[in-house]
């Protein structure tokens, strides 16, 4: 099983910076093969994949948050981040860290997901 716990949501002005970071815990499995990725939800709006990482450390991003966001994690996999610059209200949802195990490709369907954080951008 793995369980994941989201951090680091708020509110914060347009143009400004937020790191949400995901608590990895996990027992009877391998680091060696994982996808992990952040996903946000608005209000009225369907789930939009933001960014995505494997163990390879290859990352993906969402057209509409490339050059603002950047996704990493620490060593092997205890903690996963997102650096959130350049904020815009659009940007306003609750943002969720999910994970796939077994394999580098992120498919975007994830069997493990996190509790969520909001993250609220005012203009």
């Known amino acids: 099983q793995v369980q994941l716990v989201e951090s680091g949501g708020g509110s914060v002005q347009a143009g400004g910076s937020l790191r949400l970071s995901c608590a990895v815990s996990?027992?009877?499995?391998?680091?060696?093969?994982?996808?992990m990725g952040w996903t946000r939800q608005a209000p009225g709006k369907e789930r939009e994949g933001v960014a995505t990482i494997n163990s390879r450390g290859s990352t993906t991003y969402a057209d509409s948050v490339k050059g603002r966001f950047t996704i990493f994690k620490d060593g092997i996999v205890n903690t996963l981040y997102l650096q959130m610059n350049s904020l815009e209200p659009e940007d306003t949802a609750m943002y969720y860290c999910a994970a796939d195990i077994g394999s580098t490709y992120c498919s975007g369907n994830y069997p493990f997901w996190g509790q969520g954080t909001q993250v609220t951008v005012s203009s």
């Open positions: 996990a027992s009877g499995f391998s680091y060696i093969s994982y996808c």
